[in-house]
């Protein structure tokens, strides 16, 4: 909004927060003005070095999924003339604290977290900074404070679920992902009230952990195509998983759509060039990133949300890994 009013870009009204001399004294003028009739806070703590810049913090960086979300995020830092830090902390607490630290050293506009639980000592030293936050995929409760952005992880579930059962799957086998995170709840409940709505009753022994990654999906896969029952379909929460799946289909001796279907979720480049290419819900992830980037920037000069909670649209890609079932005794 302050950007808008003065006519300058993002950057330009940062670089008057920041006390930064590189503004035409009318600029800096105006846009204070703006600051000022808007209540807007300058921050207090001083900064050592001058580049704008976007911090992006992960807790792993090993998934292609991290990947599509850096592409989003530095398409719009490029175009806004802002650098981006990307960061990895492990879930450790350590590590959480030497990021802070370092963060601090730098001109950061604001810090985008994904799939990370901000603990509240954090979201208090990010408040003293007046530093804004955008959180993409929140772990645990949705925070208050702070606008999340996801996609509609229960909606394409649904349709992923309902897909099967709409080529004739009864026994359709679920590898979730991780319990703490809000995305992989959501997923969990879109596969459920599928069933439910379908008035196929939800078999426990076809509902097993994972945790995104291609090992879980090989593990659980393997334990469902053991049962004396097996399904006839998996769906995996996760493109990743349901490469693993293939895997452990691979390593029965079976093939994938001929014996077993699989679905994944995320859509990954890579999934539409395995053998065979992998039906799955697509999720927007570089949009999601984009929006996130825009948003923290948004917030950075002086600017409100619309909406805490912002979920960009998930939509079923059907390809080849997916098919009816075999007739009984086929």
């Known amino acids: 909004m302050i950007a808008r ?5 993002v950057p330009t009204v ?45 807790n792993d960086l090993d998934s ?16 806004s003339g802002v650098g981006t830090v990307v960061s ?32 509240p000592p954090l979201q208090a030293e990010l408040r003293r900074l007046h530093l804004p936050v955008v959180i993409i995929d929140p772990a645990g409760v949705d925070p208050q404070e702070s ?28 590898i979730a992902g991780p319990p703490h995170l809000m995305c992989s709840r959501a997923r969990m409940d879109g596969y459920r009230a599928a069933l439910g709505a379908a008035g196929i009753p939800v078999d426990e022994a076809l509902i097993r952990p994972g945790n995104f990654y291609h090992e879980a999906g090989f593990t659980s896969g393997t334990h469902l195509l053991a049962l004396p029952d097996p399904p006839t379909a998996i769906f995996a ?49 570089a949009e999601m990133g984009m929006l ?11 600017e409100k949300t619309e909406s805490p909670r912002i979920e960009l649209a998930t939509e ?7 098919r009816p079932p075999r007739p009984p005794g086929a």
Not at 5 to 9: E, H, I, Q, W
Not at 147 to 174: C, D, E, K, M, V
């Open 237 to 285: 929460s996760s493109d990743q998983m349901a490469l693993g799946v293939y895997e452990a289909v691979r390593k029965r001796g079976l093939r994938v759509p001929d014996d077993i279907s699989v679905v994944g979720f995320d859509d990954l480049p890579e999934v539409r060039w395995c053998s065979p290419p992998l039906t799955t819900i697509r999720q927007p992830l």
């Open 14 to 58: 940062s670089r008057v927060i920041n006390g930064r001399s590189d503004v035409a004294p009318g600029t800096r003028e105006r846009v204070e003005a703006l600051l000022n009739h808007h209540g807007y806070r300058r921050r207090t703590q001083a900064r050592r070095t001058d580049a704008a810049l976007i911090d992006l913090v992960f």
């Open 64 to 79: 292609p999924w991290a990947v599509e979300i850096i592409r989003g995020v530095e398409d719009v830092a490029l175009s």
């Open 147 to 174: 606008p999340t952005i996801g996609a509609t992880n229960w909606a394409g579930s649904l349709s992923a679920t309902q897909y099967l059962i709409g080529l004739g799957h009864r026994r359709i086998g679920f």
């Open 316 to 322: 079923l890609v059907i390809r080849d890994s997916t």
């Open 292 to 302: 996130a980037a825009r948003t923290v920037l948004r917030l950075a000069s002086g």
């Open 5 to 9: 009013l003065a006519g300058v870009s």
């Open 88 to 119: 990895a902390i492990h879930w450790r607490i350590t590590s959480a604290k030497q990021w802070l630290d370092n963060m601090r050293t730098r001109s950061t506009e604001g810090v985008i977290f994904v799939t990370s639980m901000v603990n």
